[in-house]
Every structure is written in structure tokens, then in C-alpha cells.
């Protein structure tokens, strides 16, 4: 059973430039949340999708947008990349309701 | 809005030694509460959660965890601790009566284990 898969697993870019991540949840899973984690710090939540729409998102600016497809795989995209967006951007699938969460290994991005 | 102190950053112990890593949460409701741990240039892994039942949870390595609804304290504990627990660990919280979905995560800043020979 494969779990959480995201790619790339590494990506520098420059400040300006724009950026997608992408996220392939669990088997079985529908719903697919995203997580900012800065150096030395722990993770930090963006927004989370399910059937297709942003539920929930945390306190990121406009340029941090997303998308769900209908198998459920997710992309997050951030527009006009600043140096303070160099981070482990770390994806979780889970289903609907509470439980857990699983983590993919995550994207590493460097903004130069 | 919820928060999660975890308040040691640094916990260096020696092998075979018990470790307890301490976890604090603010929240004027019911919780879920969760510990996973990070292994350098990894993702997160879940060691245990408690979601209801019990106070104390056992998890994966030999790991267990109390819950102390008055303390407001999550406290993760192992009785003796092997070179390969050394990586980062994480407490979290969730809040069940969330909207619609999962319900997302407030993390700590996490603690880092180092498990010295």
C-alpha cells in the first residue's frame, strides 16, 4: 500500500518566479491538507482540500493557492516567490472526520 | 485559538536512559492530541494519538504517552531510549468540532532528541 507521495523531492527557484508541488494521498484517502515547515521550526498549516474545494486554510497570503483533483491528488502553487518561502512543504492525507493525518516526505524548496 | 508549547527544544540523553518530552496545550475544548516523530531530511511520522478513551497511549517503538485533561499536558515518555530514537518529535493538537474535512493540525516547535552512547 503506497502512502503519501509528493514531488519533487528538492526545487530551487528564484525570487519572482512561481512554483507548483504535488501531493498523492494515501489509498483510500480523501482529503488532503498542506504544511509549511521552516527551518528549526515545526510545521506550520496552509489550507486543506476535500472534494475538490479548500476547507480550511491557515494564515498565508493570497499568492498560496491550491487545487484537488477528483482522484483525489493535490497541487499547491505559490506565485511570486520570496526568500521567506524557503521551506519543507510537507502534505498530509487523511479521511474526512477526525483521526490522523499522514505525511508525505515532502518538497524541499530554496528560494534564491 | 489553540497552541502547543513543547518545552524543552533540545533533550540530550544517554542510551538506555528514560526520556520524557514535555507537551502543553491551550484549548478551552475537547482535543485530539498527537505525537509524531522526524527523522533528518524526512516527512512525519506518527508515534501515537489519543482521540478519546484511555489516558495513557501506547505507541510504535516503544513509546507511550499520558493525557492530563487538567494539566492540559500531553507528555511523551520511553523507559529506555536506543541511539536510533535520535531525531526531532513533534506534539500536535487538532480540534474535533472543526467544519467540514479533517481537521488541521497546530504543531510545537518540537524537541530535539539526541540519544548519546
Known amino acids: 500500500d503506497a502512502g503519501v507521495t509528493q514531488s519533487p523531492t528538492h526545487l530551487i527557484k528564484t525570487r519572482g518566479q512561481q512554483v507548483t508541488l504535488r501531493c498523492s494521498p494515501k489509498?483510500?484517502?480523501?482529503?488532503v491538507s498542506w504544511y509549511q515547515q521552516a527551518l528549526g521550526q515545526g510545521p506550520q498549516f496552509i489550507f486543506q482540500y476535500y472534494e475538490e474545494e479548500e476547507r480550511q486554510r491557515g494564515n498565508f497570503p493570497d499568492r498560496f493557492s491550491g487545487h484537488q483533483f477528483p482522484n483525489y491528488s493535490s497541487e499547491l502553487n505559490v506565485n511570486a516567490l520570496l526568500l521567506g518561502d524557503s521551506a519543507l512543504y510537507l502534505c498530509?492525507?487523511?479521511?474526512?472526520?477526525?483521526?490522523?493525518?499522514?505525511f508525505g516526505p515532502g518538497t524541499r524548496l530554496l528560494v534564491l | 485559538a489553540q497552541s502547543v508549547t513543547q518545552l524543552d527544544s533540545q533533550v540530550p540523553v544517554f542510551e538506555e536512559a528514560p526520556v520524557e518530552l514535555r507537551c502543553n496545550y491551550s484549548s478551552s475544548v475537547s482535543v485530539y492530541l498527537f505525537w509524531y516523530v522526524q527523522y533528518p531530511n524526512q516527512g512525519l511520522q506518527l508515534l501515537l494519538k489519543?482521540?478519546?478513551?484511555?489516558?495513557l497511549v501506547k505507541g510504535i517503538n516503544g513509546f507511550e504517552a499520558e493525557f492530563n485533561k487538567s494539566q492540559t499536558s500531553f507528555h511523551l515518555r520511553k523507559p529506555s531510549v536506543h541511539i536510533s530514537d535520535t531525531a526531532e518529535y513533534f506534539c500536535a493538537v487538532s480540534d474535533p468540532q472543526g467544519q467540514g474535512g479533517s481537521e488541521k493540525l497546530v504543531f510545537g516547535k518540537g524537541t530535539k532528541l539526541t540519544v548519546n552512547p
Open positions: 489519543y482521540l478519546s478513551g484511555s489516558t
Open positions: 498530509a492525507s487523511s479521511l474526512r472526520g477526525p483521526g490522523t493525518q499522514y
Open positions: 489509498s483510500g484517502h480523501d482529503t
